[in-house]
């Protein structure tokens, strides 16, 4: 991420530090992710063997062969049921 001094911060020395201080470190690593594309992170997070995927809108996921194979969304009453409860 370009920010190898996090390494060496206390305040991100552990998980549970990282979730203490999640207010600061969420809108630093928002705003790295955010200095280039989604193709460009995921490239480089898999790059590194870091798991990874594009997260979808909603019809993406709604629409996807995947969902279907899986059956999320089910039919009840002849009616798609796409909405969150």
Do not use: H
Request: some cysteine; proline content about 8%.
């Amino acid at each position: 991420m370009g920010r190898p001094e996090w390494a060496d911060d206390p305040d991100y020395a552990s998980n549970a530090l990282r979730v203490k201080n999640r207010g600061v470190l969420e809108p630093l690593i928002t705003g790295i992710f955010r200095s280039n594309t989604c193709e460009y992170w995921l490239e480089k997070l898999r790059e590194r063997g870091i798991p990874c995927t594009r997260s979808g809108g909603w019809d993406e996921v709604v629409d996807d062969p995947q969902t279907a194979a899986r059956e999320m969304f089910p039919q009840v009453d002849g009616v798609r049921v796409t909405e969150c409860p």
